[in-house]
């Protein structure tokens, strides 16, 4: 396997496994940013190109990385005991350039974020992320230990935001989805099945399934399973009309979890967590 500088269609590192022909894209001063995996000969993520393009807009593709909040704060304002900070949506990791290197394995690569005087201005402790993104048979490994390296107790909640390609927002399902959500569109509890029926108008959901999630594209003739691990288990999903794709995202906690305390991840001073999430991929199209 090897990890490789590309230029077209846009700069980016490659890595690759010659066996399988799959691959990742990266781009690690875009937020640490996964742009692209090929599995099996398809390009399972989406990415819109033009936007990513224009470093002015906000990127809509690839595996955006939300820490240290998933969602968004009332008025951007995070409420500490060291004080009040202005904090947006998502959190800072997924703007912040991340360090890439191959992993010692040779079964993927390794994206580092530490914090820095920007970072220390919106959320004031000092961290270090390491995410090992490995490339697995059919399937994507994205293991994240996060390590507070304050001498306080760091809250923080964490999540991906992957956005994947479909074949139309008209003929996908979802399994393994609880009976009931949040939906963030309205911030009310709601039907599942009822929101499923809205994937092609625009949804925005958060669920707690009790197993994998599976993305069905019959159309494609396309499987993806979000396999989850506690406490990276709750799961939004999103989509975007017209762009034929949809966010299946791997959350430890709600909204405004540092706010109400709600699934809130804690850290005391040189402690360090492990969250993993698996993404197995599977076609019926001949290689």
């Not at 990791?93 to 914090?115: I, K, N, S």
Request: hydrophobic share 40%; charged share 20%; net charge negative.
């Amino acid at each position: 396997m090897s990890l490789i500088q590309r230029d077209t269609p846009y700069p980016h590192w490659e890595f690759s496994d010659p066996l399988s022909g799959d691959l990742l894209r990266i781009v690690p001063e875009r937020g640490g940013l996964i742009s692209g995996w090929r599995c099996a000969g398809e390009e399972v993520v989406y990415l819109d190109l033009e936007r990513f393009l224009d470093p002015a807009q906000s990127v809509r593709g690839g595996f955006p990385v939300l820490f240290p909040i998933t969602g968004g704060l009332p008025d951007n304002r995070l409420i500490l005991p060291q004080g009040e900070f202005q904090l947006g949506q998502h959190g800072f990791a997924r703007q912040q350039p991340w360090r890439l290197e191959a992993l010692a394995d040779g079964r993927g690569v390794q994206l580092q974020l530490t914090d820095n005087e920007e970072t220390l201005k919106s959320y004031p402790f000092s961290f270090l992320l390491t995410m090992a993104v490995r490339l697995a048979p059919g399937a994507l490994e994205i293991t994240t230990i996060v390590e507070n390296r304050s001498n306080v107790t760091m809250p923080f909640s964490f999540g991906l935001h992957p956005y994947f390609n479909l074949s139309s927002l008209e003929g996908v399902r979802l399994e393994g989805l609880p009976d009931q959500c949040l939906n963030h569109l309205t911030m009310a509890e709601a039907a599942t099945a009822e929101q499923m029926e809205r994937l092609a108008t625009g949804i925005d959901l958060l669920v707690q399934p009790t197993g994998p999630v599976r993305l069905v594209d019959e159309a494609a003739g396309t499987t993806l399973e979000l396999q989850l691990t506690h406490p990276l288990d709750l799961v939004v999903l999103w989509t975007e009309p017209p762009r034929p794709m949809v966010c299946m995202e791997p959350w430890s906690a709600p909204r405004q979890a540092l706010l109400s305390g709600d699934r809130r991840l804690e850290l005391s001073p040189g402690e360090s967590t492990t969250l993993q999430t698996r993404y197995q991929f599977t076609t019926t199209k001949s290689p």
